[in-house]
């Protein structure tokens, strides 16, 4: 699911573009298979049904750096499913090892994290969703806000 962005931020349309480039580079290579779908619509029913059954979760947030699916998608997902994250996600020092993390306009980098999130072994998937899952288990949602809340005021700081 890519949800759209703000039609008058331009780095949104780029990003939909290189994500969409990604997803077609690695199903070319995946002879005879499309392991990658990308559906562009903002439905939040479908949105949550794809959160529980993704293989792989790529959040890629442009400007607010805020990703809500890798807070959410990991509690409904029941495939063990893997992130990928962009460099300026709020999250993505949340998560660790257990996360893939990509610049969000290397487009190479986007389709190597998600070749090998479909090439990963399935104990290795298990693994790290089990380690995504504690941490979010263990998360005080009071400070979890005030640290997000820290990442975007240092993210806004840095445009």
Do not use: C
């Amino acid at each position: 699911m890519l949800t759209p962005g703000p039609t008058h931020i331009s780095a949104y349309k780029r990003v939909s573009e290189e994500i969409r480039r990604a997803a077609r580079k690695v199903n070319d290579l995946a002879k005879n298979s499309n392991p990658v779908r990308v559906y562009e619509e903002n439905n939040f029913y479908r949105a949550i049904a794809a959160l529980s059954i993704y293989d792989t979760l790529v959040s890629v947030p442009v400007a607010d750096g805020v990703g809500r699916s890798p807070l959410g998608g990991p509690i409904v997902n029941t495939k063990n499913g893997g992130m990928i994250l962009s460099e300026n996600d709020a999250t993505k020092g949340l998560f660790g090892d257990s996360v893939s993390t990509v610049g969000i306009t290397d487009i190479a980098g986007i389709s190597f994290a998600m070749e090998a999130a479909a090439d990963e072994s399935l104990e290795s998937r298990f693994t790290k969703s089990e380690a995504i899952l504690d941490i979010l288990r263990s998360i005080d949602p009071t400070s979890a806000a005030r640290q997000f809340l820290s990442e975007l005021n240092e993210v806004d700081h840095t445009q």
